[in-house]
């Protein structure tokens, strides 16, 4: 089945280390995205790419950093600069950036810094 | 499960009855409108989507309509069954911006 998978469902790490979420999706879509939830907020925008090799900010890419080097891979890396890493992270994908066309998201990771 | 559901208002239905999800966009510009149905530690899953040339449009067991004069969006659920239970929450976008998430509904149906 087409899809988008995300690993580690859970992770944990010590403040003050990095630490990098994957993303992977065989539904040869050209964008993809990277959001971030929290309890009782919509998702916010962390980075985002259209083709290989580019990628943009979002909203709120401070602490953030990302890497497009395939298609299909879209790591996500939180930085120790980030200063409220707890969340959960959603990455998603579409077959055009910015259009109309729906999201589709993977089941995310849930990430606990202490 | 995620606590992603945390301090959001609140729907409950009974199982069999009909349930209304409503949200309230912001941006007169936006075109395109979708729903999502997330479940406890899982990801948004898409339900069904409208563009704006419409006021309604039906799917399995779902209905969306849209009200641009007061930027309106409801999402109707018949017949209600406990797999419904989730947050749902709506995204509004135009081309050449990124999608605007509301922070979303919790359904609750209730044997």
């Known amino acids: 089945d087409g899809g988008i998978t995300q690993s580690p469902k859970y992770l944990f790490r010590k403040e003050g280390q990095n630490v990098t979420l994957s993303c992977e999706q065989n539904l040869n879509h050209d964008a993809m995205y990277w959001y971030r939830q929290d309890p009782g907020q919509g998702l916010r925008l962390i980075y985002y790419s259209q083709i290989v090799n580019d990628f943009q900010k979002g909203d709120i890419a401070e602490g953030y950093s990302v890497s497009r080097e395939k298609k299909e891979s879209f790591p996500l890396t939180v930085t120790s600069a980030q200063k409220n890493p707890t969340a959960f992270y959603l990455c998603?994908?579409?077959?055009?950036?910015?259009?109309?066309?729906?999201?589709?998201f993977g089941n995310g990771t849930r990430l606990t810094v202490t | 499960g995620e606590s992603v559901g945390l301090h959001l208002p609140t729907l409950s239905v009974q199982e069999g009855d009909n349930s209304i999800i409503n949200c309230a966009y912001s941006?007169?510009?936006?075109?395109?409108f979708i729903w999502y149905k997330q479940e406890s530690g899982k990801g948004p899953q898409f339900i069904i989507d409208i563009r704006s040339n419409m006021d309604k449009r039906q799917g399995q067991r779902v209905t969306v309509l849209l009200n641009k004069t007061v930027k309106h969006l409801s999402l109707q659920i018949a017949a209600t069954q406990p797999g419904d239970s989730a947050v749902y929450f709506c995204?509004?976008?135009?081309?050449?911006?990124?999608?605007?998430f509301g922070p979303g509904t919790r359904l609750s149906v209730l044997p």
């Open positions: 995204a509004e976008g135009y081309y050449g911006q990124n999608f605007v």
């Open positions: 998603a994908s579409s077959m055009g950036i910015r259009d109309r066309n729906p999201l589709h």
């Open positions: 941006n007169s510009a936006s075109d395109y």
